[in-house]
């Protein structure tokens, strides 16, 4: 909890000396790292989904009044809009913590007077970094899948506001499939990169 409130007032080698002299090593706050973003991604997860369903109830009641219609839309959208913020934002702060954790991991390599040790190190290095990059690479595809769905939604809210009748309803209906596709298409690459974060994590806390 202290690393995850005090990570939010940003990223320095001031805070992450402050946060050793407590304690908490690169390592520990990049775990918690890792498992913040995976929880952001797995609560934006469900707000996709949410606000998916919540655009088919607009196309699927066609009684309700069109500004209550809009209304529905445009909080949908916004609501997906601030969960991916919060995905970015937690991905940028992993990578943060990762850089300065590989930098100090490799810069240290060279005190060892034992090779045989630092051999031993600088292999975990290599491992720890290729995992991370899988899992980055992850992470990354998952947020690439957020643009065209939050586009799609927006357009859907901007469609509604500037066209608010009945013809703007049945347009809307005709791109619901699309916009279907490229949520669980969303959804799929989001599991994939909490499933990543998963394994990152136990490979992490396994090589302690």
Not at 17 to 24: A, D, P, S, Y
Not at 37 to 66: C, K, M, Y
Not at 78 to 106: K, N, P, T
Not at 122 to 134: F, G, M, N, P
Request: with cysteine; net charge negative; hydrophobic share 35%.
């Amino acid at each position: 909890m202290i690393i995850t409130v005090l990570s939010l007032a940003g990223c320095s080698t001031v805070y992450y000396n402050t946060m050793e002299k407590l304690g908490f090593e690169k390592r520990d706050i990049l775990v918690d790292r890792v498992e913040d973003a995976r929880d952001s991604q797995d609560g934006a997860r469900e707000t996709f989904r949410s606000s998916l369903e919540r655009f088919q109830s607009v196309v699927d009641t066609p009684d309700t009044p069109l500004k209550e219609k809009y209304e529905e839309v445009r909080d949908a959208y916004g609501d997906s809009e601030a969960a991916a913020e919060d995905v970015r934002d937690r991905i940028d702060s992993v990578e943060d913590v990762a850089g300065a954790l590989f930098d100090e991991w490799e810069g240290e390599l060279d005190r060892y007077e034992s090779q045989s040790l630092r051999r031993s190190s600088e292999q975990k290095l290599v491992e720890t970094r290729r995992h991370y990059d899988q899992l980055m690479a992850r992470m990354h595809d998952a947020e690439d899948r957020m643009e065209p769905v939050l586009q799609a939604f927006e357009d859907q809210m901007l469609f509604l506001k500037h066209n608010l009748n009945a013809q703007a309803i049945a347009a809307l209906e005709s791109e619901l499939g699309r916009i279907r596709q490229d949520v669980d298409s969303l959804i799929r690459e989001m599991e994939d990169a909490i499933a990543e974060s998963d394994a990152f994590i136990q490979r992490f806390r396994d090589q302690q």
